[in-house]
């Protein structure tokens, strides 16, 4: 990562607040009752009282998405208080402190906080839900694409170098989730960093070596394939798919082994178009296609959560397989009617070039079925079909195993990255079959989220496989009040405490 948001966390007991001001500015998330969100013991206490009267003298409405900076001279609290804005008490949850805390980090870049104390909103005995959210709001609000800009312009966006969290817990547990909370964190940046970087920058090859060389350092084994050692795979759909590009495709696969046996493998698979033209059905609409850099966002998430296995330390083994390419349109690029093999086996009508997601998912996932996994998961910025059922903050959940989807439901509530099952219906499966090969690429005109995920299902077969269509939440198209524009980082929190949750 070019420009790494770091933050010292510590921690500092509730009871302390009352002598000595942990630091000289202090974040609390306050609900529209008027009063603040505390958790024990400071909840029902007098500095709740305290700080419920410089709301009200303050105006302060506390909608979700307000802050508002204000000065104190209440004994037993520091002379600033930074209020966050949570909106209804009865419908707090992670995401909304995440938010406002973000949104609040932001406004408190540029070096002129350098330390502050930030009051726990939620969580009472979890002392993770406690801390996690102010964690990822300050993390992934601090964050900035810095690549192309200048010192100056990086200066000015300094994030806030220490956070003292006021919460009762024992130190070192804390110290310990902070440390997973900030290692995922990292992870998203990662992934927003990397999801940023502009199609002639990360093309497959230099994507795939950039891959390579984070992977070292953090633990992970990393192969990278080149054409030769793909079509020794049969994944005949990711070579067409890159055929039309100048710049080769590519296959990362990497490997993270826990230091106590385990019988568990999960494989993690991610797409990694590194730039969408459509190809000969080339996307007619310009608005479509000046975010397609994005369309690399479900591969790094993948990346990004394999890199931070050995500081998150899942107890499973975890394998990311990341199939690459561009897809481009030149006069080598594949045409609408082209038919080829499959690693799966079936072979592939091509009817819309556009529709090249599913065609290099289903190589890699039919590899990661050979692998015999406990389980799959991929994630793709898939099919606009999703983002019009959705909405632009929801990714779309697919899956073949009732237990499984549970797990990944509860990971993306404990992330607080939305995600909402769809059906893998199969009265539409008939629109996949096609006249000259086993399988079409698309079906009829609506629906296109469920075709895309019933042809992947067949590379699957019944291996427990969830399937996440975030067209939607990898990207951000204007900035809000808590983020930048562009790439969100989607799916790294989520996956990460998926494979925590795993025994
Ligand atoms: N990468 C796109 C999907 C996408 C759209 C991602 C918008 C992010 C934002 C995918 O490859 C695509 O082009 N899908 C087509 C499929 C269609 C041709 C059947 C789509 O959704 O229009
Ligand atoms: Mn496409
Ligand atoms: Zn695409």
């Not at 070579?239 to 019988?263: C, D, F, H, N, W």
């Not at 080598?332 to 599913?358: H, L, M, Q």
């Not at 990971?411 to 607080?416: H, L, Q, R, Y």
């Not at 009265?427 to 629906?447: C, F, H, K, Q, T």
């Amino acid at each position: 990562m070019i420009n790494p948001v770091e933050i010292a966390w510590e921690f500092s007991s509730p009871a302390t607040l009352e002598d000595e001001a942990p630091a000289p500015v202090l974040l609390v998330g306050i609900c529209d009752d008027g009063k603040p969100a505390l958790i024990a013991p400071l909840e029902g206490s007098e500095t709740e009282t305290k700080i419920a009267a410089l709301v009200q003298a303050a105006g302060f409405e506390a909608k979700r998405g307000q802050v508002q900076i204000v000065t104190s001279n209440a004994d037993g609290l520091p002379g600033t208080l930074v209020l966050v804005g949570l909106g209804k008490r009865d419908r707090l949850d992670r995401l909304a402190v995440e938010r406002g805390f973000a949104q609040a980090a932001r406004k408190l870049r540029g070096g002129e906080f350098p330390a502050v104390a930030a009051l726990p909103a939620l969580g009472g005995e979890d002392l993770a839900e406690a801390i996690g959210p102010i964690i990822d709001g300050f993390v992934l609000g601090g964050y900035q694409c810095a690549t192309y800009l200048p010192e100056s312009r990086i200066k000015e966006a300094k994030p806030v170098e220490k956070v003292v969290i006021i919460v009762q817990g024992e130190i070192d547990e804390l110290q310990r989730l902070a440390g997973i909370a900030q290692a995922l964190a990292d992870g998203a940046n990662l992934a927003r960093d990397l999801t940023n970087a502009p199609g002639a920058d990360l093309t497959p090859p230099t994507f795939a070596e950039e891959v390579a060389k984070l992977a070292g350092p953090a633990g992970v084994q990393a192969e990278v394939w080149k054409v030769k050692r793909i079509a020794a795979h049969d994944m005949h759909l990711l070579l067409a798919v890159g055929q039309g590009s100048a710049e080769e495709p590519r296959v990362v696969k990497l490997s993270y082994k826990p230091e106590q046996r385990t019988s568990k493998t999960v494989v993690l698979v991610g797409k990694g178009i590194t730039f969408d033209t459509g190809g000969i059905d080339l996307k007619r609409n310009p608005e479509s296609i000046v975010g397609m850099k994005g369309d690399k966002g479900g591969a790094a998430a993948v990346i990004a959560t394999l890199l931070a296995c050995t500081k998150i330390k899942p107890a499973c083994k975890v394998i990311g397989i990341i199939p690459m390419a561009e897809n481009s349109i030149s006069n080598k690029a594949i045409k609408p009617g082209d038919v080829f093999p499959s690693a799966s086996g079936k072979s592939v009508e091509v009817a819309d070039t556009d529709a090249e997601g599913r065609l290099i998912l289903a190589d890699a996932l039919a590899y990661a079925r050979s692998l015999e996994p406990d389980c799959i998961i991929d994630l793709a910025t898939l099919t606009g079909s999703c983002m019009v059922g959705l909405g632009p903050q929801v990714a779309g959940l697919f899956c073949n195993d009732d237990g499984l989807a549970e797990s990944v439901l509860m990971a993306s509530d404990i992330a607080g990255e939305r995600l909402w099952p769809l059906p893998l219906e199969i009265l539409y499966r008939p629109e996949l079959e096609s006249e000259v090969a086993d399988l079409r690429n698309i079906g009829e005109r609506y629906g296109d989220a469920i075709h895309a995920a019933l042809f992947l299902h067949e590379a699957v077969g019944d291996t427990p496989w969830a399937h996440l269509d975030i067209a939607g939440p990898a990207w951000l198209d204007s900035a809000s009040a808590s983020y930048p524009e562009g790439a969100t980082g989607y799916g790294v929190r989520l996956l990460g405490n998926f494979l925590l949750g795993i025994e």
